[in-house]
């Protein structure tokens, strides 16, 4: 069994920051891509940033130059640095990855998200 927990989300003003935490447990084996996506009420869930294992970020053009995405393949775990935070960028964040568990399976995992909320 794999679990991704997030942690790290809350209430801030604009212009402040906040990291989000995503770290992957149990039968894990090898992550792939770790990314980070958001969704705002009444909206779909957007990509906010990826990271592949061993590749290059990509970010959603509506957080470039504001949001860092890293990992610590060590930890299993993905960070999501958020500065300049607007209040458009209030949603529930989900961290996701494709994991290659013990078993030799491999799929796609969600956490269970956490709320940002960023006051004007």
């Known amino acids: 069994q794999v679990q991704l927990v997030e942690s790290g989300g809350g209430l801030v003003q604009a212009g402040g920051s906040l990291r989000l935490s995503c770290a992957a447990s149990?039968?894990?084996?090898?992550?792939?891509?770790m990314g980070w996506y958001r969704q705002a009420p009444g909206q779909q869930r957007d990509l906010v940033a990826t990271?592949?294992?061993?590749?290059?970020?990509k970010y959603a053009d509506s957080v470039k130059g504001r949001f860092t995405i890293s990992r610590d393949n060590a930890k299993n775990t993905v960070y999501l640095i958020m500065n300049n935070l607007k209040p458009e960028d209030t949603a529930d964040y989900y961290c996701?990855?494709?994991?290659?568990?013990?078993?030799?399976?491999?799929?796609?995992?969600w956490g269970q998200g956490t709320q940002v909320t960023v006051s004007s």
């Open positions: 996701q990855a494709n994991i290659l568990n013990s078993f030799y399976r491999r799929a796609d995992y």
């Open positions: 149990g039968s894990v084996r090898t992550i792939y891509n």
């Open positions: 990271l592949p294992l061993g590749g290059t970020a």
